[in-house]
């Protein structure tokens, strides 16, 4: 399983744009990267997936370079109530193999 | 992804007692559903992996024979916390391997007094 790492936490203001950077030197070829939120006492939530190049939806936009060995989450204009915890995570998708969590970077996002 | 319950959602039991946690897949026929544990201020820890019709396979260091987990039905995954002590008090996850990739239930929180 390749292993990520991310910033143990960030600050923003409302308003601004955060962008999270995970590196993930062992990513194989089969693998997608993947986003998730996680809000206190609350399970994980999908935020955005991506195999390479750039993938935008209605909440994030997420960035790959051609080695993908690091992604890049975007988070445009963020609010308070995008503070949470986010992690970055790596596999390959296929049904039934086990997703294992890294540390997760900490957003806190002030007025 | 698939719509995943999880019940209770909160839980305050003594010391010495067994609880038990469900999870269950609502709209989607789950073969494999995984249990996760999360201490405050840390990332989810992975438990075990539970199979349907089959036995659960647990990562290195959890005790099977404390956090037993059934999957009987394609639909639900039971984990059951035995002979609960204060040391077991966490927020436990479920998650559920669907055709889209992976979906968390909302968790519960287990207090052990």
């Known amino acids: 399983l390749a292993k990520t790492t991310q910033p143990i936490s960030m600050d923003s203001y409302e308003g601004q744009e955060v962008n999270i950077t995970c590196s993930h030197n062992n990513i194989a070829t089969n693998d997608y990267i993947t986003w998730y939120q996680q809000f206190p006492s609350q399970g994980p939530r999908f935020i955005i997936q991506g195999y390479k190049t750039k993938v935008t939806n209605e909440v994030a936009s997420l960035f790959i370079p051609a080695d993908r060995k690091s992604s890049t989450l975007s988070l445009p204009r963020v609010s308070l109530s995008d503070t949470a915890v986010y992690y970055c995570l790596v596999a390959d998708g296929a049904a039934g193999n086990k997703l294992t969590f890294g540390g997760g970077t900490r957003v806190l996002v002030k007025p | 992804g698939a719509v995943v319950s999880q019940h209770p959602s909160w839980v305050i039991c003594k010391s010495g007692t067994s609880v038990k946690i469900e999870c269950r897949s609502l709209d989607f026929q789950a073969t494999t559903m995984f249990w996760y544990r999360q201490f405050p201020k840390q990332s989810l820890m992975l438990m075990a992996t539970s199979n349907e019709g089959s036995k659960a396979t647990y990562e290195q260091g959890v005790e099977k024979d404390k956090f037993l987990i059934n999957h009987a039905s394609l639909t639900l995954s039971t984990l059951t916390v035995t002979s609960a002590h204060p040391e077991d008090s966490s927020f436990y996850i479920c998650?559920?391997?669907?055709?889209?990739?992976?979906?968390f239930g909302s968790g519960t929180r287990l207090t052990v007094v």
């Open positions: 998650s559920v391997s669907d055709r889209v990739g992976y979906t």
